[in-house]
């Protein structure tokens, strides 16, 4: 099996959780099942920084714990926008279309890590991957590897005009992939979608959500993909609204 085939494998286990989208009335089952839980919660849907809080439980039903510190972290550019339009509780509020600037709001699985230190040197109980020179996550949504990470030196065809050159990043020294938009993409709903490096606590992001570099490392060697690690990442007014329904931990 090729190294790209490895990769694409890796991506699909952690998105496929998007298959079932989250409604607002009930907790969704991806949540439910979930033992890791990393919470982020902006002052508004237009502020580009926030906080990050970790939680874990023993079972599925039972009560959520926090884990560490909150860590500071900063997000996209303009600010957030809601992956899946059903969940917004007003016409008003913005919906994640792709060069927006904006973070996906919203429910969404972690699974696969990725960095430029070797796979072995790593030691992490979730799947992790190499970056190498060829590494593209491909935003051109003509694409059809739109909103996917791949080796360009192993892809049949390039037919993409728009891609992230993920080694040449430096913010993505250590990440992991956010299961937004994908199984499969949606064209125009965004793409490349991460946890990652912040440039700074005054820096911004495209879309991705980033911290320091210590609470980066903290966060990739806590998360287990045994225990099915979610994120849940709003604004604190539907944070509020939805923590009832989605029985989440007090921020």
């Known amino acids: 099996m090729s190294r ?5 494998l890796l991506l699909g286990a952690c998105v496929r959780a998007t298959a079932s989208l989250p409604e607002s009335h009930s907790e969704p089952e991806s949540l439910a099942s979930a033992r890791q839980l990393v919470v982020v919660v902006t002052p508004s849907w237009d502020a580009t920084s926030g906080w990050l809080r970790r939680y874990e439980r023993a079972a599925s039903a039972a009560q959520w714990f926090p884990v560490g510190a ?38 969404f699985p972690l699974d696969t890590a990725f960095g430029f230190a070797e796979r072995e040197l790593m030691l992490l109980r979730v799947p992790y991957v190499q ?5 593209d996550c491909v935003d051109d949504v003509q694409s059809v590897h739109y909103n996917t990470v791949v080796d360009r030196s192993r892809v049949p065809s390039i037919d993409w005009s728009s891609a992230e050159r993920m080694r040449q990043i430096p913010q993505y020294r250590l990440g992991v992939i956010v299961g937004y938009n994908a199984a499969p993409p949606a064209r125009g709903r965004g793409s490349c979608i991460f946890l990652h490096i912040w440039g700074g606590p005054s820096s911004t992001t495209a879309g991705c959500t980033a911290m320091e ?3 980066m490392e903290s966060l990739v060697r806590w998360l287990e993909r045994a225990r099915r690690p979610v994120i849940v990442q709003l604004p604190d007014s539907e944070y509020q609204r939805l ?7 007090s921020p």
Do not use: N
């Open 213 to 215: 570099a210590g609470d």
């Open 243 to 249: 923590r009832g329904p989605w029985r989440l931990p």
């Open 4 to 8: 790209y085939s490895i990769f694409a």
């Open 131 to 135: 970056l190498r020179d060829d590494s």
């Open 70 to 107: 909150p860590t500071p972290v900063v997000i996209g550019r303009t600010g957030l926008a809601w992956g899946d339009s059903r969940l917004a509780a007003r016409l008003d509020q913005p919906i994640k279309r792709e060069g927006d600037g904006r973070s996906p709001a919203g429910l």
